[in-house]
């Protein structure tokens, strides 16, 4: 849904002013006028190349001393379309208006009243379409009758004064977006007929401590409760068949994940949460109170965001793990030790981005990935080596670090790669200007030269000092591509 408007309702508004009782209706005549003005405003917004939806007017009342604007349907009922920028306080919708039922709060109706306080939708209302009641950031309170049954995307979009919302008791499923962006929102009251959560519904809002999700829900979209600062416990129903990816990212407190044990999709063990047969773990809470977690041996992959923030962790061992996604351990910042496991052939981007505490990481022999961002301020880190079958090497994979003061990306000092030479190593390392010492198979001539000059006292006497010759004279501090 496209909630870019041009709502150019000033002269139809100044229509409604003529009106003095409590509640009144637009006479035929001044409908007309007003039907002619929003064309007119309509083909001067599209002459000028802005982009507009149609917004059909069929009258206007006032109610409670704020201007409201509807349309007569085909099918014979009314829908509100919009209102008055200078609407305050508390609006109560009529459910009849020119004897016809007020069945639906049409799409943007209420888009950006920002003084906005307070609404009562009245029993006849079966919809509230997209974007009704967007950007009222004054809005504490909306009162949805159960006659409620379809409830469109972003619908409370950014309602940042919206304490607490009630579901009518016939919705099945709240849209994405819903209410994103509600940051005082801290009492939410999910009906029994729910059965989808969508994408980013209650993205950024303030929350509660303890989230349950009630049986009969089958699928949460991506980011659906991303960055609830109280969070601290959830519980999923056994009908949960399908969870989207950083649900419940952006929950610092959060401390477990509590799963129905009839549950056929996911399980949890100690309050971590497992794809049901084990081989996937999805979620680590930031605030597990470990310091020390073995992976269990039957997870061979760690989802995305998987560790992410869990500051209490110090060592984890990874067991039989073969694959992990991006920023799998982003700031885990007093992680200490971790063994990448030799199946590893891909290391993500930003898997270990900022994890200051660790300072010693061994690439397995085999990998052939290096994702961007990979090691990014892991100021712990003085040197890595990097295997010869790396391939591929991100950008600010290795070597640098961010500088809070100027809000950039800067080389660590004393930071070195241990390369072999011409490898993909050796050439991230020149392009950074990174130091290096890189490898050579110098030493098998030099070896076969001493077994045939003198013998194998000869020739380990020159691969010693040949390899100290390489040693010294390969590290290049800067040294920059040719």
């Known amino acids: 849904m496209n909630m870019k408007r041009f709502h150019k309702f000033s002269m139809i508004l100044l229509l409604g002013s003529l009106l003095s009782l409590p509640i009144g209706i637009i006479p035929e005549g001044l409908r007309c006028a007003a039907e002619t003005t929003a064309a007119a405003v309509q083909n001067e917004d599209e002459n000028a190349g802005k982009e507009v939806i149609d917004i059909k007017i069929s009258g206007m009342i006032v109610t409670n001393g704020s201007q409201i604007s509807y349309y007569l349907e085909e099918d014979g009922t009314v829908s509100i379309v919009g209102c008055g920028r200078d ?131 089958t699928d949460i979209g991506e980011k659906a409760f991303y960055y609830w600062p109280r969070l601290k416990t959830v519980s ?116 270990f981005a900022y994890c200051h505490s660790l300072t010693n990481v061994v690439i397995p022999e085999d990998c052939t990935e290096i994702g961007a961002y990979a090691f990014l301020d892991c100021t712990g880190i003085r040197a890595l080596t990097v295997p010869k079958s790396v391939e591929k090497i991100g950008e600010y994979a290795m070597g640098y670090g961010y500088d809070l003061e100027s809000e950039s990306l800067t080389i660590l000092e004393d930071f070195k790669l241990d390369v072999w030479r011409g490898s993909m190593g050796a050439a991230y390392a020149k392009a950074n200007e990174l130091e290096y010492r890189s490898h050579s198979y110098l030493w098998l001539i030099f070896l076969i030269a001493g077994v045939v000059c003198g013998g ?27």
């Open 87 to 217: 609407m305050t306080g508390k609006v109560e919708i009529p459910a009849v208006i020119e004897e016809k039922t007020v069945k639906k709060i049409a799409e943007g109706a209420f888009y950006n009243c920002e003084t906005l306080e307070c609404v009562i939708l009245p029993d006849s209302v079966t919809v509230i379409e997209p974007g009704a009641f967007h950007g009222c950031k004054k809005l504490s309170s909306v009162e949805i009758p159960d006659t409620v049954t379809e409830i469109g995307e972003s619908a409370f979009y950014g309602c940042e004064a919206l304490t607490k919302l009630r579901f009518p008791e016939k919705i099945t499923v709240i849209p994405e977006s819903c209410c994103s962006g509600c940051i005082s929102l801290t009492e939410i009251q999910f009906p029994s007929s729910l059965r989808s959560i969508g994408k980013e519904a209650f993205y950024s809002v303030c929350g509660t401590e303890q989230l349950e999700i009630p049986d009969g829900v």
């Open 236 to 351: 999923f129903p056994a009908s949960l068949s399908a969870l989207g990816d950083f649900v419940f990212d952006g929950c610092d407190v959060l401390e477990a994940i509590q799963v129905s044990d009839d549950n056929k999709s996911f399980c949890d063990e100690n309050g971590i949460l497992y794809t049901k047969d084990m081989t996937k773990l999805i979620k680590y809470p930031p605030c597990q109170p470990a310091t020390e977690f073995i992976v269990p041996d039957s997870v061979k992959e760690l989802a995305a965001w998987s560790f992410i923030g869990a500051e209490n962790l110090r060592t984890i061992s990874l067991s039989n793990v073969e694959k992990f996604g991006e920023d799998t351990f982003y700031y885990c910042t007093n992680l200490e030790a971790i063994t990448i496991p030799e199946a590893m052939k891909e290391i993500p981007e930003a898997a």
């Open 456 to 482: 194998i006292a000869a020739a380990a006497a020159i691969i010693h000092k040949k390899q100290s010759e390489i040693h010294v004279s390969s590290w290049n501090p800067r040294q920059k591509s040719s």
